[in-house]
Structure formats: structure tokens, C-alpha cells
Nanobody, 123 residues
Framework: VQLQASGGGLVQAGGSLRLSCAAS????????MGWFRQAPGKEREAVAG????????VYAASVKGRFTISRDNIKNTVSLQMNSLKDEDTAVYYC?????????????????WGQGTQVTVSS
């Protein structure tokens, strides 16, 4: 499966962005999906994960209550709605697909990765 992330940009602190990940080659309903991010000088970290049906989600503590992951298995897309953005949310965001049947924040559960999309939050 090929993944294409989009929707990044420059936003002021407190603002919102919506990231989208479009999949091709295979339907996303076969995969758990996740969003990860990597800030300069830091390791890649999990942001959110969603199971195949969309019935279960997991979030990093730092984004819980502000970010929402969702999926549309008919449109073959996964989204990340990001609200109340903070400076520390600045990073390159990646979407990923994996074969695990559960919602996961473990990078080892993911087999396919898209290119990143830059999110920059200015204060």
C-alpha cells in the first residue's frame, strides 16, 4: 500500500489543522493506521492510532483531547484533526499502515510509511 500525507502548513498557536492520508494499492480497511511525528533533533514518536474498523483509537498523552484520528474506509483515507496546536506540535508528521488488528502506538506494528508533511506552529 502506498500512503500520501497532506494538509501540513504553518499555523499560529491555538489554531487548527487537518492532516489527511490517502492510500492506494490496497484498501485501508485491511490495516490499522497511525500518525507519527518527528521534531528536529528528536526521535519519531507516536501521535495516534486507529484500528481497522475505526472502533478503537489510541493517543499519545501529549495530544489527547486536542487531536482526533479518524478513517473513511470507503474513501481509503485517514485523517488527523489537530486543534489547540502548541509550539511543541511542530514536527514532520507521517501516516503509517500496519497489519495489527488493534489500534497501536507501537512503531513496530507498522509496515508501510508515507512521506511526511511539515506542521509548523508559531507562537
Amino acid at each position: 500500500v502506498q500512503l500520501q500525507a497532506s494538509g501540513g502548513g504553518l499555523v499560529q498557536a491555538g489554531g487548527s489543522l487537518r492532516l489527511s492520508c490517502a492510500a492506494s494499492g490496497r484498501t485501508v480497511s485491511s490495516y490499522c493506521m497511525g500518525w507519527f511525528r518527528q521534531a528536529p533533533g528528536k526521535e519519531r514518536e507516536a501521535v495516534a492510532g486507529i484500528n481497522r474498523s475505526g472502533s478503537s483509537t489510541v493517543y499519545a498523552a501529549s495530544v489527547k483531547g486536542r487531536f482526533t484520528i479518524s478513517r473513511d474506509n470507503i474513501k481509503n483515507t485517514v485523517s488527523l484533526q489537530m486543534n489547540s496546536l502548541k509550539d511543541e506540535d511542530t514536527a514532520v508528521y507521517y501516516c503509517a499502515a500496519g497489519s495489527a488488528p488493534w489500534a497501536s502506538r507501537n512503531q513496530n506494528d507498522y509496515d508501510y510509511w508515507g512521506q511526511g508533511t511539515q506542521v509548523t506552529v508559531s507562537s
